[in-house]
């Protein structure tokens, strides 16, 4: 086995002092830092015994730039919003407000009773309520031991 001894402290005895710091900072703050970092917002999916719910993050954006679809047993959500270019008075050094197109799916269990999905928008959040059928809620029950 062989051991490699990794030093995390920047080192300033190399030939060009700062050659590397230019380095660290165009790969790290450019749009192919950009590129890397998930543009699919991060979603969260529960279950109740009545319910299965979805949390979809979402900030920034407004109720009406959602579109919820569902197509058989597969609920599709997406948002699609375009940027403004219009301020031409401003000149920007960096720009990193630009919302983009994004679609999440999922497939719904047999037992998601699809007449009965209701959406709501509240701080930033897309809560997606799906009900179970009558026959699929689970039913809890004390069972005696004889």
Known sequence: MTLVRFNSEKKNNSLLPGFGDVFDSIFSDTA???R???RVPA???SETQDH???ELAAPGLKKDDFKLNLDR???SISVEQTTNNNSQDKNYNKREFSYTSFVRSFTLPESADENQIEATYIDGV???DIAKKE???SIARQIEIK
């Open 32 to 34: 192919l830092s950009d």
């Open 36 to 38: 890397m970092v998930s």
């Open 43 to 45: 979603v969260n999916i």
């Open 52 to 54: 299965f719910h979805i």
């Open 73 to 75: 047993n597969s609920l």
């Open 126 to 128: 897309l809560k997606i």
């Open 135 to 137: 026959e699929a809620k």
